[in-house]
C-alpha cells in the first residue's frame, strides 16, 4: 500500500514539478499555479518537457452570429495563437476574460463580442468519464447478476450489489419510507457515484485524472439542482400545506404579515444553496490544501535547491496525510449529499399522520 502512496506522489510531484521548470525564467506564482488546476481547460494536460507541453486536444464548438465553428483546441496551440477570428483570452484582454474564448481581429485584438461557448472542456470530457465509468459498472454488474443468478456475488458484482444495498439500506429506506424509496432509488445511487468517482478520480494528477469536477460550482449546483427539482415535484398536498399554512402556528405569524410562509419558502432555496456550496467547498479546500503544501517545496526551491530539499520532507508528510484525508472527503462529501436529498424527498412525500 504504502509504495502504491509513494509512487502516486512520485508521478504527482513529476508532473507539477515540470510545470514549474517550464516557467523558470518567471517568479514562482503559487496562486496562479493553484488556480490553474483547479481550473477548467479546452484541452487536458498530460505532462511538460523543457518547452514541450504534450497534451489531449479536446473540441471546441462555438455559435457567434448563426455560424457554428467546430474545431479542435490544438488550433491554439496552448492559447499562443487565434484561430479562425477567435482565441483563449489571456490577463491583457481584461478582467473577468482569463481563459474564455473571445472574438479578436487579424491583429489578435478582443473585438468586445464573446461567441456562445459549448465547447468540451476538461470538466466535461472527465463527466462523461465518470458517466462512462458508472455506466459500464451498472450493466456489467447486471450481466453477471443474471449469469450467477442464484449464486453468491462475486468480484465486481459484489462491488455492485455493496452500493445499491448501501444507498437502499443506509439512505433510501429511512429517509423515504419502505413504499416509496424505489421510485428515487435509482436518482440516489446516481448522484452517489457520480459524485464519489468524480471526487476519486479528481485526486489523481494523471489521465483520466486530475479534472476538479465537483470543485467546479456549476457542476455542484447542477446536482442540487436535480434535488431540488424531484423533490417540489414530489412534494404532495400534506408537504405544501406545511409551507403555505404552518398548521400549529399562532395566526399572527401568519397573517396580516405572512413571515412563517415567506420563511419556509426561503428554506426552500436555501436547501439546494446549502447543497451546491458545501460540496464545491469541501472539495476545493481540500485540492488547495494539497496543492499548497506542494508549493511550498518550490518556494524554499527558487531560494536554493538545497533548502528546496531540506524542507521537503514536512510539506511531502502533510501532502501525504491531506490526500488519505482526501479520500475519506470523497466518500463522505457523497453520502451526505445523496443523504441529505434522501431526506428533503422524504420530507416532501411524508403523509400527514393525523390523516
Not at 330 to 350: D, K, N, P, R
Request: glycine letters at 8%; a neutral charge.
Amino acid at each position: 500500500m504504502m509504495k502504491r502512496i509513494f509512487l502516486f506522489l512520485t508521478l504527482f510531484f513529476a508532473t507539477f514539478g515540470s510545470v514549474v521548470a517550464n516557467e523558470e525564467t518567471e517568479k514562482f506564482d503559487a496562486g496562479k499555479l493553484i488556480m490553474e488546476h483547479l481550473g477548467d481547460a479546452y484541452y487536458w494536460h498530460i505532462f511538460t518537457y523543457g518547452s514541450l507541453d504534450v497534451s489531449i486536444p479536446l473540441p471546441i464548438i462555438l455559435i457567434n452570429d448563426g455560424q457554428v465553428d467546430v474545431f479542435m483546441s490544438s488550433k491554439f496551440h496552448h492559447g499562443h495563437s487565434p484561430y479562425k477570428g477567435y482565441k483563449i483570452a489571456t490577463e491583457q484582454d481584461g478582467e473577468g476574460l482569463e481563459g474564455s474564448i473571445i472574438c479578436v481581429d487579424e491583429n489578435g485584438v478582443y473585438t468586445g463580442k464573446t461567441p456562445l461557448d459549448f465547447s468540451i472542456t476538461k470538466n466535461v470530457f472527465a463527466i462523461f468519464i465518470v458517466t462512462g465509468l458508472i455506466i459500464f459498472l451498472v450493466l456489467r454488474g447486471a450481466k453477471i447478476a443474471k449469469k450467477r443468478e442464484g449464486q453468491a456475488p462475486k468480484g465486481l458484482l459484489t462491488v455492485v450489489e455493496y452500493f445499491i444495498s448501501f444507498i437502499k439500506n443506509d439512505i433510501a429506506l429511512p429517509s423515504i419510507g419502505e413504499h416509496k424509496y424505489k421510485k428515487y432509488l435509482p436518482y440516489l445511487l446516481t448522484a452517489f457515484l457520480f459524485i464519489f468517482f468524480s471526487n476519486l478520480l479528481g485526486l489523481f494528477p494523471f489521465f483520466p485524472g486530475g479534472a476538479n469536477i465537483t470543485g467546479n460550482i456549476a457542476v455542484t449546483l447542477c446536482l442540487a439542482l436535480f434535488t431540488f427539482v424531484i423533490t417540489n415535484v414530489s412534494g404532495n398536498k400534506h408537504y405544501w400545506k406545511h409551507i403555505i399554512n404552518m398548521p400549529g402556528v399562532p395566526w399572527w405569524l401568519k397573517f396580516p404579515l405572512p413571515i412563517m410562509p415567506v420563511v419556509e419558502i426561503l428554506g426552500l432555496f436555501t436547501k439546494p444553496f446549502s447543497l451546491t456550496i458545501r460540496l464545491f467547498a469541501n472539495i476545493t479546500a481540500g485540492h488547495v490544501m494539497i496543492l499548497s503544501f506542494i508549493c511550498i517545496i518550490f518556494i524554499f526551491g527558487e531560494k536554493s535547491v538545497a533548502l528546496g530539499y531540506g524542507t521537503s520532507i514536512l510539506p511531502l508528510f502533510f501532502a501525504l496525510f491531506m490526500t488519505a484525508l482526501e479520500v475519506l472527503v470523497a466518500f463522505i462529501q457523497a453520502y451526505v449529499f445523496t443523504l441529505l436529498s434522501a431526506i428533503y424527498i422524504g420530507m416532501a412525500t411524508e403523509e400527514d399522520h393525523a390523516e
